[in-house]
């Protein structure tokens, strides 16, 4: 037998209730392709959550995202602002219709996009302003939504990991004219792959129903709007598998329930390592006090880059997961191709060079915690 202790990965898909059994229902009723039961289900239930005028789900984040770029009508000679501390999705989603994406530098404190670098990047050509709320901690949505209302653009919030968090009471996703949300196997709440379009403005609920149903108007048909349903504009296939929406319903059905268990997790590494921080060897994510966190993860922000890379080696050596986050996508070869370099965004590639995300997941007990935390200190000599 071997004494090597269990690895600790850094995250773990779980169940969470009764995914499997919705899973079954959905076979039963028949309709597996998409917009069944449970697809309908999910999206009433986060409207009625979240207090979004419409959602619609989607397969990925990633095809929300796309959506909105085309309901923005986004094109070739267009700009839209957002941080280059984001997923690839973010900017792939305007790049592939030809706009450009304008990249800014991120905030210290949150590491979300800093508002005074959107307002200085607002040209003619500005098409939108992409906020992403990074680690389920909202940007300053007052600020951007005022300086888009007096540049006339308009917001699509990148809120992959902040299902649940809110921003002075209002929900992320909610407040922009769209949102994206994700239900990516390593979100808060999960399907393996989906996510959904907030639309917040009402006049872009009957467009987004077309483009998302491959261009056709065949939502109006099913309603008996029409006698027959065509192809009405350019669309695209972005409805997901009922099998998914099933699973994923029975997640969403514990909102409460998985955020209290999430933020016992960050509580139990905030406290424990706090140690750490006031020694000032490490940072610690802050939330400011106009934000209520999902907690979807919990970084610590190293000294150097020298000190995180050694940090990850010392906690893989242990049979810990520990992993950093986004390479600056200015600094990528698509970025550079748009006209940036290395030295562009100075906080974005600091920050980014110096961050480790810990193990996260619903199941993580206590005394692997305790593992990672001890891991930490021993590699800081502590």
Known sequence: MSDSPERIPFN????????????????????????????????????????????????????????AAILSDIGPGDEVIMPSFTFVSTANAVARLGAKPVFVDIREDTLNLDEEHVEAAITPRTKAICPVHYAGVACDMDRVMKIAESSGVRVVEDAAQGVGATYRGRALGSIGHLGAYSFHETKNYICGEGGALCINDPELE???????????????????????????????????????SAFLY?????????????????????????????????????????????????????????????????????AIQAVFHYIPLHASPVGQSYGYKQGDLPLTEDLSNRLVRLPMFFDITESQQTRVVEGLMACLGK
Not at 22 to 36: K, P, R, S
Not at 208 to 233: H, L, P, S
Not at 250 to 256: A, H, N, V, W
Not at 274 to 291: F, H, K, T, V, W
């Open 250 to 318: 029975g997640q969403l059905e514990l909102l409460d329930g998985i955020r209290e268990r999430r933020q016992r997790i960050y509580d139990f590494y905030s406290q424990a390592l706090a140690p750490l921080a006031d020694e000032g060897l490490i940072r610690l994510p802050q939330i400011p006090d106009y934000c209520t966190s999902n907690y979807h993860m919990f970084y610590v922000v190293f000294e150097t880059g020298e000190a995180r890379n050694q940090a990850i080696d010392f906690l893989r050596n242990r």
């Open 12 to 67: 773990k898909p779980f169940i969470a209730g009764k995914e499997l059994f919705y899973i079954a229902q959905a076979v039963t009723l028949g309709n597996i392709a998409g917009d069944g039961f449970y697809t309908k289900a999910c999206a009433e239930l986060l409207e009625t959550r979240f207090g979004v005028g419409k959602v619609l789900m989607t397969p990925s984040c990633t095809a929300g995202l796309e959506m």
């Open 206 to 244: 009957k467009r987004a129903e077309i483009i998302r149903d491959k261009g056709t108007n065949r939502q109006m048909f099913n309603r008996g709007e029409v006698d027959k349903y065509t192809w009405v504009e350019i669309g695209s296939s972005y409805v997901p598998s009922e099998l998914c």
